[in-house]
Each structure stands twice: as structure tokens, then as C-alpha cells.
């Protein structure tokens, strides 16, 4: 597995790094099966450390956790405790979809946009055309999952919605959380 450990704008030790590598292989080991990468940022908020990581599974599964604590080796405890505890609540899940699955995940390229927001006054003037300003683009990667699995990636990644390829069907496909606390799955 290939870990990516690094901090912005604070100074990451060896010994840290050490740390991290052998506390999240065995937090991983134990309840997921083939990870490929994980990634390991830490930060600084305020007089809190923050410590997020991210781990991909060879079933094209990816979960994220994320801690605070006031010192960086509890940040990193608080984050290995959720990603343990998110995969051993679907480490019976994972399971199941790698025995139905044959082939692995595949991503399709689409763009993503973050587009501004329109906050203010109530006698702001209104814009010139309906064009929204785009603030930023991106490529992003469009999995090809059942809806199950769907579901499985989005409450993994904390989510509250995702777009996927339904594997079924072969058109794209939205599952997401409705106000209500259940998921909703568009197919058009």
C-alpha cells in the first residue's frame, strides 16, 4: 500500500510519519481487504490540530475520516478510530460486493464546477444575464457502481449525495440524503 502523509503549513517529523504508517495498516488490515493508497493530510485550525485521511480499496471504495485533538498524535488517533470504526460497520458489505464483483471499479472523466454564491443585500441589482460565475473547474472521476454500492460509497465518504455509472442500466445515476434521514436514488 502507498501512503501519502504530509502537512500544510506545519512541519511533518519521520517519527510521525512512522506512526501514521503502522497504526493505519493495522486499523486497516483488520476490516478491508487490498487498500491501494492512503492519504494522510494534518493541518492546523486554530489552537486544534486536524488530521484527514483518505483510503482507497481495490473495489473502488474510498473512506474518509477526519479528527481534532489539541495535540497532532491525538488528531491522528481520533481520524485512525473513525476510519476503523466506518470500516468495520461495512466490512460485511465490503465483503459481499467484491464476491458479486468480477471486474474492478471503472471511472469515467467528467468536469465539475464550484459556482459563486449569491449572498447580499435584498436591494442588490439584479445581474446582467443568468450566467452563473464559475469560480473554479475541475476533472473529476465518475465510478461505475451498483446502487448498493452506490449508496455503500457515498455514507463512506460522508457524503450527501453521489453520481455514478449504474452498472445495471449503463446511465448515469444519483443517489443522495433526503431530509428525512433515508437515501433517494434518481434514475432518469
Not at 17 to 30: D, H
Not at 140 to 154: D, K, P, R
Not at 155 to 174: H, I, S, T, Y
Request: glycine share 6%; charged share 25%; hydrophobic share 35%.
Amino acid at each position: 500500500m502507498q501512503y501519502q502523509i504530509s502537512g500544510k503549513q506545519i512541519d511533518i517529523g519521520e517519527a510521525l510519519q512512522t506512526y501514521v504508517r503502522n497504526e493505519l495498516a493495522n486499523a486497516i488490515k483488520k476490516y478491508a481487504e487490498r487498500p491501494t493508497n492512503a492519504q494522510v493530510v494534518f493541518s492546523k485550525s486554530a489552537h486544534e490540530y486536524v488530521c484527514e485521511a483518505t483510503v482507497h480499496l481495490s473495489t473502488g471504495l474510498t473512506a474518509q475520516a477526519k479528527g481534532y485533538a489539541t495535540e497532532i498524535y491525538s488528531s491522528f488517533d481520533t481520524c485512525a478510530e473513525k476510519m476503523e470504526k466506518q470500516l468495520r460497520r461495512y466490512k460485511r458489505r465490503l465483503k459481499d460486493h467484491q464476491k458479486e464483483r468480477v471486474q474492478p471499479v471503472e471511472f469515467s472523466g467528467a468536469s465539475s464546477y464550484i459556482l459563486a454564491s449569491e449572498t447580499g443585500a435584498a436591494d442588490e441589482v439584479e445581474p446582467e444575464s443568468l450566467q452563473p460565475i464559475i469560480i473554479a473547474e475541475m476533472e473529476t472521476n465518475i465510478q461505475s457502481l451498483s446502487v448498493g454500492e452506490a449508496v455503500m460509497q457515498m455514507e463512506l465518504a460522508g457524503a450527501p449525495l453521489l453520481v455514478f455509472r449504474n452498472d445495471g442500466k449503463n446511465g448515469l445515476n444519483v443517489v443522495y440524503r433526503r431530509d428525512d434521514g433515508n437515501i433517494g436514488w434518481i434514475d432518469p
